[in-house]
């Protein structure tokens, strides 16, 4: 399955571009996101901040990312209906969590309360705000309640995200019930599509997903790569109702 067949409005990357983030990963990258023929979204994960050059991981982390990828570590982008904020959750100072700072809460809600009410809201990380099955006891990211709670308030419909290499589709009222008022947020996160990192059940396996935005519905069908067809397959389908529609009443 090419990009040209599912012709998508926005294609998403949520980080992990490079192995040790090597000038030629980064160039490799950046070729092959040319190559999408969409518009695309994308953040750095930790992967591509220098992970054994430490003078570079400390002074100049980004310096490649920035080169090749993207100039801007923290974006807003406007498409087909949807107003997308882009947030590195990377750090120059841990090797694999990350965390979303307060200044970088504040960057999305200026930009969610400049964005015309219609549009649908997503906000785009690496890092995992929610674990994964299977994964339950690793570590989300530090202050994951205080970055829901902002993106509840401010009617987020939907978080994309990556780094455990295995997908999960779901809603944050699954890991923090009771805290986000009347509604959760849909989380979705990607496994691996290019690599052969994939963890879990997706091991070996490579996956992406397709979500399509329709009226008061958010559907999510997740494809993984079948060998023997030589293409990309879905085999799972997901629908939620968007943040408009909240069928929790907060009632017992």
């Known amino acids: 399955m090419h990009s040209r067949e599912l ?19 980064f160039a490799e990258a950046a ?10 979204v994308v953040t750095p994960g930790n992967h591509d901040v220098p992970f054994y050059r430490f003078w570079e991981r400390f ?18 982008t406007e498409v087909a209906g949807l107003v997308i904020v882009a947030l590195n959750s990377s750090r120059r100072f841990t090797l694999t969590n990350g965390r979303i700072r307060r200044s970088q809460l504040e960057f999305a809600s200026r930009a969610f309360e400049s964005a015309d009410e ?20 690793t570590n989300v990211m530090p202050y994951a309640r205080r970055a829901l709670r902002t993106f509840t308030a401010l ?12 997908a999960y ?9 009771g805290e986000l008022e009347r509604r959760g947020i849909v989380i979705v996160q ?47 389908e ?4 968007s943040a408009g529609k909240q069928y929790f009443d907060g009632s017992g």
């Not at 589709?169 to 019930?177: A, E, I, M, T």
């Not at 997901?238 to 109702?241: G, I, M, N």
Request: net charge positive; aromatic share 8%; with cysteine.
């Open 7 to 25: 012709q998508p409005d926005v294609v998403v990357v949520s980080g992990d571009f490079t192995q040790r983030a090597r000038a030629n990963q």
């Open 31 to 40: 070729e092959f996101l040319k190559k999408l023929d969409s518009p695309v």
């Open 59 to 76: 002074l100049t982390p980004y310096r490649n990312y920035k080169r090749y990828i993207s100039e801007s570590l923290n974006s807003v």
């Open 118 to 137: 219609s549009l649908t809201r997503i906000v785009v990380t690496h890092h995992h705000l929610a674990p994964p099955p299977g994964f339950e006891r």
């Open 155 to 166: 009617g987020v419909d939907l978080i994309l995200a990556g780094h455990m290499h295995t």
């Open 169 to 177: 589709v779901g809603n944050s009222l699954d890991f923090f019930p």
């Open 190 to 236: 990607c496994g691996t599509t290019t690599s052969k990192r994939g963890r879990g059940r997706e091991t070996l396996r490579n996956t992406f997903n397709v979500i399509r935005v329709e009226g008061d519905v958010i559907r999510v069908v997740h494809n993984v790569w079948i060998a023997d067809l030589g293409r990309f397959m879905p085999i799972s």
């Open 238 to 241: 997901h629908l939620f109702p």
